[in-house]
């Protein structure tokens, strides 16, 4: 799977970041996840990680576990999708590493 993140729309560098964000529609990498993965946006919008929203089935093998509940490398990806002290070139080369542990190739585009 490629997952496709657009700079203009990507919230990244925030502790109050969820899949998206209601007050200006941004979207941490996740929350660009669900959509590629065909979530709407209702079932993301003020989700704060994959396991408070939607189907579980929906998400990728590896980023929720069989009860539901986040795996390690989901945890990871949320804390290098947030983490305010990473420059976007550090932030992008974690995740680009992280998504590859899912067998998903992600381009950032913007």
Partial sequence: ??????????LRGDKRSC????????MCCLGFLGLACGAVKDEITACPSPSS???QALWPSGLLDEEGNNTLTC????????????????????????????????????
């Fill in 1 to 10: 799977m490629k997952l496709m993140i657009d700079r203009a729309q990507w």
């Fill in 19 to 26: 899949l998206l964000r209601v007050e200006d529609r941004k």
């Fill in 53 to 55: 929203a939607c189907k």
């Fill in 75 to 110: 945890g990871s990806l949320m804390n290098v999708n947030d983490d305010p002290t990473l420059s976007d070139t550090e932030r992008e080369a974690k995740l680009t590493h992280l998504f590859q542990q899912l067998n998903i190739e992600v381009e950032f585009t913007g």
